[in-house]
Nanobody, 125 residues
Framework: QVQLVESGGGLVQAGGSLRLSCAAS????????MGWFRQAPGKEREFVAA????????DYADSVKGRFSISRDNAKKTVYLQMNSLKPEDTAVYYC??????????????????WGQGTQVTVSS
């Protein structure tokens, strides 16, 4: 089992920045690829960013490329999502997930074994 807890969400004006964190506990964190997804009201959960177990392979959704950055610290069992130049359309609940095998980023939600409870991000115009 892996437990995931997101933090760092909040209310920010358009153009601002937030840094989300996802702390893991349980089984070996470094075995897992990690990802961030988001879900806006009335919409399906969508891929945002993913990172392999080593951090050497990363993928982003086209909508966030150049604005968001995913990273991980295996010693701290934490994955981060740095979000810059935020837009109102980034408003959603953001979830982190853990997937095996962890050798490459996973971009579909069905590949993930564990999820956190989510953290709300609201971007005002």
């Amino acid at each position: 089992q892996v437990q995931l807890v997101e933090s760092g969400g909040g209310l920010v004006q358009a153009g601002g920045s937030l840094r989300l964190s996802c702390a893991a506990s349980g089984r070996t964190f470094s075995n897992y690829a990690m990802g961030w997804f988001r879900q806006a009201p009335g919409k399906e959960r969508e891929f945002v960013a993913a990172i392999s177990w080593s951090g050497g392979r990363i993928d982003y959704a086209d909508s966030v490329k150049g604005r968001f950055s995913i990273s991980r610290d295996n010693a701290k069992k934490t994955v981060y999502l740095q979000m810059n130049s935020l837009k109102p359309e980034d408003t959603a609940v953001y979830y982190c997930g853990a997937a095996t095998p962890g050798n490459q980023p996973r971009m579909t939600r069905y590949e993930y074994d564990y999820w956190g409870q989510g953290t709300q991000v609201t971007v005002s115009s």
